[in-house]
C-alpha cells in the first residue's frame, strides 16, 4: 500500500502589504493586453490577494452575452495558437508572473463573464496555476449545471396588518436585512462538521445590491447523504489509530436575488444552487472539485427543495 508522504510545504510569504504594487502592474498587464490585441477578447477586473500568500488576477472577457463571450474566447485560443504555437493561457500566466514579481506558486489567473448588471456567469470560467513546473488550466465554457431557488416570502409579522404598519417595518425586511439573515441560517446550517477532519466554513460573501452570493466548501454528506466511509479509509485509521473522514467532499455555490412585492406585502428571493465534489484525503484546490451533475443530479435537485423549504420557514419566522 502505497501512502503519500507526510511532508510540509513551505510557508508562503505575505504579500498583502505589496497590493499597491500589484493594483499598478495590473494596469500595465492591461497596456500588455492591449499592444498585443488580446485586449480586443479581455480585460483586467482586479488584481486581489485571497490568502496572504497567494495573488489572483481576474480577468473578464468583452461581452456580457454569455455565447457571444465563449466565441471570442475560443477564438483567441485559435488564433494565438496558430500564430505563436502555443496556448494564449500559458502567456497570460507567465506574463502575470513576471510583471507581479512573485513566485508562479504564489499566484493564479482567472478568466470570467460578467452578465449586463456586472455579475459573474457561474456557468463560465477558466482557471490557469502553474503545479510541478508546467502551467495547468481548468475551463467550463458551457451551460449552468446549477438548481434553481425561487421563494416567496411573506413573513409572518406583515400578515394580517394594515398597510400603515406594513410600510413602518416593511424596511426590516430590505434586501440587506434579508441577506444577512440568509447568511446567519447558512453559518448555523453549515458550519457544523458532519465528519471528523472537515472545517466547512461560509466564504466568498459578496453582496452587492438586490443580489448575494457566497460559497460553502469542505462539506461532508451534506447533498451526498448515501456517501460511507470507504474501506480502505477504515483500514488506514485502524493502522493509524486515527478517527478520519474520507468521504467525498463538498462545495456548494449559493446566489439569490431579491425582489419586493408590489404592496410592499413580502418579497421574493431567487437564486442558483451549484453543487461539485472532490477528494476526501485532501483539500482540494478551487479547481479540483467536479459538478455533481449529471451523476449526482437527482440528489442535488432534492437537496435544492429541502433547502428552499427550510430558508423559507426560517425567512418567514424572521422578526
Given at each position: 500500500m502505497?501512502?503519500?508522504p507526510a511532508?510540509?510545504p ?5 504579500i498583502?502589504?505589496d ?11 492591461q497596456?500588455w ?6 485586449g ?18 481576474l480577468?473578464?472577457?468583452?461581452s456580457?452575452?454569455?455565447d457571444t463571450?465563449?466565441?471570442?474566447w ?10 505563436e504555437?502555443?496556448p494564449?493561457?500559458e502567456?497570460?500566466?507567465r506574463?502575470?508572473?513576471?510583471k ?12 470570467y ?6 455579475e459573474y456567469i457561474?456557468?463560465?470560467y477558466v482557471w490557469?496555476?502553474q503545479?510541478?513546473?508546467?502551467v495547468?488550466?481548468?475551463?467550463r465554457?458551457?451551460e ?6 425561487d421563494?416567496?416570502i ?5 400578515r ?7 410600510n ?9 436585512a434579508?441577506?444577512e439573515?440568509v447568511l446567519?441560517?447558512a453559518r448555523?446550517?453549515?458550519e457544523t462538521?458532519?465528519?471528523?477532519g472537515?472545517?466547512p466554513?461560509v466564504e466568498?460573501?459578496v ?9 460553502v466548501s469542505?462539506l461532508c454528506?451534506?447533498?451526498?447523504r448515501?456517501?460511507?466511509e470507504?474501506?480502505?479509509?477504515k ?5 493509524y ?6 468521504i467525498k467532499?463538498e462545495?456548494l455555490s449559493?446566489?439569490f436575488s ?9 418579497y421574493t ?6 453543487g461539485?465534489?472532490?477528494s476526501?484525503?485532501?483539500?482540494p484546490?478551487?479547481s479540483?472539485y467536479?459538478?455533481?451533475e449529471?451523476?449526482?443530479q437527482?440528489?442535488l435537485k432534492?437537496?435544492?427543495i429541502?433547502?428552499q423549504?427550510?430558508?423559507r420557514?426560517?425567512?418567514e419566522?424572521?422578526?
Open positions: 502505497a501512502l503519500l511532508t510540509l513551505a510557508q508562503d510569504q505575505d498583502g502589504p497590493i499597491g504594487f500589484f493594483r499598478s502592474q495590473a494596469l500595465g498587464y497596456r493586453l492591449d499592444a498585443t490585441g488580446i480586443d477578447a479581455l480585460r483586467v477586473d482586479q488584481v486581489r490577494v485571497k490568502e496572504p500568500g497567494k495573488l489572483e488576477l480577468l473578464v472577457v468583452k456580457t452575452d454569455l463571450a465563449i466565441g471570442r475560443k477564438r483567441l485560443q485559435q488564433d494565438f495558437l496558430a500564430r504555437g502555443y494564449v493561457t502567456k497570460l500566466f506574463v502575470f508572473m513576471h507581479m514579481e512573485i513566485p508562479p506558486e504564489q499566484g493564479n489567473v482567472q478568466v463573464v460578467k452578465d449586463a448588471s456586472g457561474p456557468c463560465f490557469i496555476w503545479e510541478n513546473a508546467e495547468q488550466t481548468e475551463a465554457l458551457n449552468c449545471r446549477s438548481s434553481e431557488l421563494l416567496l411573506r413573513p409572518y409579522a406583515l394580517n396588518i394594515g398597510a400603515a404598519q406594513t413602518r417595518i416593511n424596511s426590516r425586511y430590505g434586501p440587506e434579508v441577506f439573515e446567519r441560517y448555523a446550517r453549515f462538521p458532519r465528519c471528523d472537515r472545517q466554513r466568498e460573501v453582496i452587492k445590491g438586490n443580489r448575494l452570493s457566497f460559497t469542505d454528506k451534506e447533498v451526498l448515501d456517501e460511507q470507504p474501506i480502505w479509509g483500514v488506514l485509521n485502524l493502522i489509530s486515527q478517527d478520519k473522514s474520507f467532499r462545495r449559493f446566489s431579491y425582489n419586493a412585492l408590489d404592496g410592499q406585502q413580502g428571493l431567487t437564486g442558483l444552487i451549484e461539485k465534489f472532490g476526501g484525503i485532501y483539500q484546490r478551487q479540483g467536479i459538478d455533481m449529471p451523476d449526482f437527482d440528489y432534492t437537496y435544492a429541502n433547502f423549504n427550510a430558508l420557514e426560517r425567512l419566522k424572521q422578526k
